[in-house]
């Protein structure tokens, strides 16, 4: 009965280029949420999907980030020419929607050089 | 201030005391939960409390809510070493579509 796996759990980019992170949500959860924490902060919201439809994304950076999560497949946070200034753990967490609790991954750790 | 804040800021506390933790919020909520997160690692859900509830127990952890006054609080009681983490309260805001907003959180030290 896995929880939510987020992959990879370390990540090291260069300014300039891509960064990918992933997310399966937990089985049968088809609400899925990013957020962003900053060293000694709490987590900041960034977009809720569910499956093939973006809810809301009023947390997200106008440019470079995007989110998808397709009706096959984990959910993806794409962030295009990474800068010092993205690197932070990225958790994802995931629920069966309403006011059902939201579980968290384990996180990706950015790390931009 | 922010949406959720925790005070306090770090809590240090023998092992055996009771823990108390507590988080103020500015706006109308649907529910608020309280989270855990040991260092490097992603947050535990602990108790999920609605806005119509007052108070909650799992274990020997209890939430109590007060919507009048926008606060809810944290009980540890028995604390353990193992429950060294830091504590976060958060929000899911009345027409706020689920997200949550995150205070700053708690750290608990426990010591032996």
């Known amino acids: 009965n896995a929880g939510v796996m987020q992959n990879p759990r370390h990540l090291v980019r260069r300014r300039g280029q891509e960064a990918r992170l992933r997310c399966s949500p937990m089985k049968g959860h088809s609400h899925v949420y990013w957020y962003r924490q900053l060293p000694e902060e709490g987590l900041k919201f960034m977009v809720y999907l569910q499956k093939e439809n973006i809810i809301d994304e009023s947390g997200m950076p106008k440019e470079r980030f995007s989110a998808e999560f397709p009706k096959e497949g984990p959910s993806i946070l794409r962030i295009q020419q990474v800068v010092r200034g993205d690197s932070a753990a990225y958790f994802c967490?995931?629920?069966?929607?309403?006011?059902?609790?939201?579980?968290f991954g384990d996180g990706t750790r950015l790390s931009i050089l | 201030s922010q949406q959720g804040e925790e005070d306090p800021q770090a809590l240090s506390i023998q092992e055996g005391e009771n823990a108390t933790m507590n988080c103020s919020y500015k706006t109308s909520i649907n529910n608020l939960q309280w989270y855990r997160q040991n260092s490097g690692r992603g947050l535990v859900h602990l108790i999920l409390?609605?806005?119509?509830?007052r108070e909650k127990h799992s274990g020997r952890l209890r939430v109590t809510l007060d919507t009048s006054k926008k606060s809810s609080s944290l009980l540890i009681t028995a604390s353990r070493a193992a429950d060294t983490a830091s504590y976060f309260c958060?929000?899911?805001?009345?027409?706020?579509?689920?997200?949550?907003?995150f205070g700053t959180g708690t750290q608990l030290k426990v010591e032996l």
């Open positions: 967490a995931s629920s069966l929607g309403g006011d059902q609790p939201q579980h």
């Open positions: 958060a929000t899911d805001l009345t027409g706020g579509g689920n997200k949550l907003t």
């Open positions: 409390i609605r806005s119509n509830e």
